[in-house]
């Protein structure tokens, strides 16, 4: 059996302050498979301890107990060799296009600090070249936007850059915490486009954070449902979304507006239902 190429195994992160504790996540475990690429969606509401569960396969927290391994190997164990790799293969798109990028610095620095930092060349036309063509892959082009600073360009065009920084570095998987959530529906069908893209032409897979039920089941391929800090239901996520099991699961599936005029949301107040 190939070594899967993400493991999560029993993950638990409990936050304390001073006697009180809070479970952000309770023994969970998942595995993404090295082949073929897939988007594995962890789906839940707000506190269900999904950004902690990105954070921890980010290395950007540290599990009480539990463990995370990356083609086999334990997170906690790499050299610092192995955590720049990792840092290269695993890569990251965060919700906020607007706090991510240091005001002070052009667009160009974002792509010239990854190309120094991960030494993916040092010929400034190589270098160039590769830039243009993660530009193109989410639809933008260097003159247009290299020489800006953050602030002159759109959410959108800031959330397609942390896509284009990304797959500069061809990365193994990227995780995508809530990718979509502050762009509007156009640019949403557009990112969420890009990143089948990378799926089905490079390969890429995808831990897709999200609450947001229906654009999961428009591009996820399997779904985590978490509650509380533990998976309560998971699976094929059309199957998970057209049938779903648990009564969270039904719940929050139940959430999603239907788009048909004739059918009326049900208000607390309703007289008729």
């Given amino acids: 059996m190939a070594e899967p190429l993400l493991e999560v195994r029993d993950a638990t992160k409990i936050y304390k302050k001073g006697k009180e504790e809070t479970t952000a996540l309770d023994q969970v475990s998942l595995i993404l498979s090295e082949e073929p690429a897939a988007i ?3 789906a839940g509401e707000s506190g269900s301890g999904k950004t902690t569960l990105a954070d921890a396969v980010l290395g950007f927290t540290k599990l009480s107990s539990g463990e995370i391994r990356y083609r086999g190997r334990e997170l906690s164990t790499l050299d610092r060799r192995q955590q720049l790799e990792y840092r290269r293969e695993v890569q ?4 906020d296009p607007f706090g991510v990028y240091n005001p002070f610095y052009r667009i160009k620095h974002v792509f ?3 190309i120094k930092r991960f030494r993916l060349t040092s010929d400034p036309a190589e270098a160039r070249r590769m830039i243009e063509e993660a530009l193109e892959m989410v639809g933008l082009r260097g003159d247009e936007v290299l020489e800006k600073h953050p602030h002159q360009l759109s959410g959108g065009q800031r959330q397609r850059m942390m896509m284009a920084r990304a797959y500069l570095l061809k990365p193994r998987l990227i995780v995508a915490d809530e990718p979509v959530s502050m762009v509007d529906a156009s640019l949403r069908a557009m990112i969420l486009d890009i ?3 990378l799926r089905d032409e490079l390969g890429i897979s995808f831990l897709y954070i999200t609450h947001d039920l229906s654009t999961a ?4 391929d399997e779904i985590c449902v978490l509650y509380k800090g533990s998976i309560v239901e998971r699976g094929d996520t059309r199957r998970v979304i057209d049938a779903p099991q648990h009564p969270y699961s039904k719940l929050l599936i139940s959430s999603i507006p239907v788009p048909d005029p004739d059918v009326r949301w049900q208000l607390a107040d309703d007289d008729d239902g």
Avoid: E, H, S
């Fill in 112 to 114: 010239n600090t990854a």
């Fill in 92 to 95: 990251a798109i965060f919700q």
């Fill in 195 to 197: 990143m089948l893209r």
């Fill in 217 to 220: 089941y428009q591009v996820g």
């Fill in 40 to 42: 594995t969606t962890i």
